[in-house]
T-cell receptor
């Protein structure tokens, strides 16, 4: 079957760095997405990786290793507004998005 | 760019009534739109995929006669929940994709449905 694993919840301190991991087993691979979802709101797009390596976009970076079926989202200089759920989604061979359950990130002052 | 709107943002209705939710891509033409449902503290669940001008493709377990989807134009898709019941209360979110299958999906703000 197809599976996306990410931690249920993580806690970090304002100003610090946090890494949210995502591992996947899917039938084929056509890219991996990270979305941010604040409570009660719809997801917003953060990043897309289809090749191995690190993609940096401001305070957020996303890494992909296709051979390991692994990605992480790195958030630097954490701000209170970064408190949200972070969803990992993989596009499979049928171009369907397979969603992880999301990681709830709690930022403490 | 890539703005998707949804209307209404929140709706409360009586059991047995029908509710229509609109999803619009405001600054691009959406060849494909997706409808998701999300229950509290759970992940997104894809309900159906719709391409402009053709019938929607429903995911397993989603009743097509209960959740009517119309994708009449490249900027508008509607989801009608027919004969809604309390168990249909959920957060309904649409997303739209501009071009090919590898294009990013952009989400609307969601519609919170409460059926009494």
């Amino acid at each position: 079957g197809q599976n996306i694993d990410q931690p249920t919840e993580m806690t970090a301190t304002e100003g610090a760095i946090v890494q949210i991991n995502c591992t996947y087993q899917t039938s084929g691979f056509n890219g991996l997405f990270w979305y941010q979802q604040h409570a009660g709101e719809a997801p917003t797009f953060l990043s897309y990786n289809v090749l191995d390596g690190l993609e940096e976009k401001g305070r957020f970076s996303s890494f992909l290793s296709r051979s390991k079926g692994y990605s992480y989202l790195l958030l630097k200089e954490l701000q209170m507004k970064d408190s949200a759920s972070y969803l990992c989604a993989v596009m499979d061979s049928n171009y369907q998005l397979i969603w992880g359950a999301g990681t709830k990130l709690i930022i403490k002052p | 760019g890539a703005v998707v709107s949804q209307h209404p943002s929140r709706v409360i209705c009586k059991s047995g009534t029908s509710v229509k939710i609109e999803c619009r891509s405001l600054d691009f033409q959406a060849t494909t739109m997706f409808w998701y449902r999300q229950f509290p503290k759970q992940s997104l669940m894809l309900m159906a995929t719709s391409n402009e001008g053709s019938k929607a493709t429903y995911e397993q377990g989603v009743e097509k006669d209960k959740f009517l989807i119309n994708h009449a134009s490249l900027t508008l898709s509607t989801l009608t929940v027919t004969s809604a019941h309390p168990e249909d209360s959920s957060f309904y979110i649409c997303s739209a994709r501009a071009g090919g299958v590898q294009e990013t999906q952009y989400f609307g703000p969601g519609t919170r449905l409460l059926v009494l």
